[in-house]
T-cell receptor
């Protein structure tokens, strides 16, 4: 079955360490996204990529970095510059690359819960 | 400001009962509105999508309505089941904004036996 795989499901890090969250999709989708979910708040867009080797900042990109070297993969690095990194991180993809399109819902992975102490 | 507000924040109902979740938005220009279901510890899954010309859309026991004039949507769940326990997220798209989505904070539904 096609889908999006995020790993690991739970991640624990010490403050000051960088950490990379994995996201792999076999849906052959062009566009991929990273969202952050905090209790009582709507999802917020961190970064998105419409095509390989290209990506754009979302609404809360500070303290995060991404790469898109392969169509299937879109890893997210949470750097030590991110002031409040503890959150649930969701990766998503869509095709075509406009998730506001009527026929193009976001397909989400099952998330990575990051805890930084 | 483009916002999506959902109510109630949380809801507890008994199995077999019906319930209605609300979504009010101030997003402009409006393109479409989508409801997602998110089980605990999982990613959201799309339930329905509506444009301004659609008043109602059903997906099994889920029925969404849209009033584009008052900028309100509702999600009605009929004959609830334990598996309906989840967070329900309303998402509004802005027209011609390159895929900009505005997410509501979600309604946490708990169905008790």
């Amino acid at each position: 079955d096609g889908g999006i795989t995020q790993s690991p499901k739970y991640l624990f890090r010490k403050e000051g360490q960088n950490v990379t969250l994995s996201c792999e999709q076999n849906l052959n989708h062009d566009a991929m996204y990273w969202y952050r979910q905090d209790p009582g708040q709507g999802l917020r867009l961190i970064y998105y990529s419409q095509i390989v080797n290209d990506f754009q900042k979302g609404d809360i990109a500070e303290g995060y970095s991404v790469s898109r070297e392969k169509k299937e993969s879109f890893p997210l690095t949470v750097t030590s510059a991110q002031k409040n990194p503890t959150a649930f991180y969701l990766c998503a993809s869509s095709n075509p690359g406009d998730p506001s399109s009527y026929n193009s819902p976001l397909h989400f992975g099952n998330g990575t819960r990051l805890t930084v102490t | 400001k483009n916002q999506v507000e959902q109510s109630p924040q949380s809801l507890i109902i008994l199995e077999g009962k019906n319930c209605t979740l609300q979504c009010n938005y101030t997003v402009s220009p409006f393109s479409n509105l989508r409801w997602y279901k998110q089980d605990t510890g999982r990613g959201p899954v799309s339930l329905t999508i509506m444009t301004f010309s659609e008043n109602t859309k059903s997906n099994g026991r889920y029925t969404a309505t849209l009033d584009a004039d008052t900028k309100q949507s509702s999600l009605h769940i009929t004959a609830s089941q334990l598996s309906d326990s989840a967070s329900y997220i309303c998402v509004v798209s802005r027209y011609n904004q390159g895929g900009k989505l505005i997410f509501g904070q979600g309604t946490e539904l708990s169905v008790k036996p």
